[in-house]
């Protein structure tokens, strides 16, 4: 049985580094949400709320657009980071309204690249540096791994989280240094 269990978090924790969830497992919760939220800066009450901006938002984008974009939206205390393609400036601005609409947003970064959709293979490479990001936040202890979320939109990652200035700047440090990043854009929140 002990062995079994092994087996599946061996199993799981990279799919979870993929997904943004590595610190469910890595507690052994059998839920995880909890023991994420408990470690999250957020009220759980905002984590909830960034969830449903950002399900909110997808609908409405794939409501006006259908696959004509391709769109990621990401909210972090009520701040939402837009990232992906679309093919022309008037959709971009549009975009941010239709965002703009929806309860709770605070603020939005539009960073909407006016281009054709990205490939299969970008966004698998992109998904690749995200995991290699996280290994080595996770190697370089330098902060809480889940104070910090991490987007990559075609090499770039971009860093979402409220932190102090110090982890902040640690957090770009080991991004910008990581095989494969183009980029970092910060788009934190500062406590101190």
Request: hydrophobic share 40%; charged share 20%.
């Amino acid at each position: 049985m002990k062995n079994t269990k092994q087996l599946w978090l061996l199993l799981l924790l990279p799919l979870s580094v993929l997904n943004g969830c590595a610190p469910m497992y890595a507690v052994g919760t059998a839920a995880g949400t909890g023991a994420y939220i408990s470690e999250d800066r957020r009220t759980s009450g905002m984590f909830i709320e960034d969830e449903g901006i950002e399900l909110k938002s997808a609908r409405r984008i794939h409501q006006q657009y259908g696959d004509n974009v391709h769109v990621n939206v990401t909210s972090y205390n009520r701040i939402v980071l837009l990232t992906g393609e679309v093919p022309t400036d008037a959709i971009k601005s549009e975009v941010s309204r239709l965002i703009m609409g929806v309860d709770n947003v605070r603020k939005i970064y539009n960073e909407l690249a006016v281009a054709d959709k990205t490939s299969l293979a970008s966004r698998s490479n992109d998904a690749l540096i995200t995991s290699k990001v996280k290994a080595r936040f996770l190697a370089e202890r330098k902060f809480q791994i889940n104070h910090i979320k991490i987007v990559t939109e075609n090499s770039i990652v971009y860093l979402l989280g409220v932190v102090t200035h110090q982890e902040g700047e640690n957090a770009a440090q080991i991004a910008s240094s990581t095989s494969g990043v183009k980029k970092v854009v910060k788009v934190f929140e500062y406590f101190n």
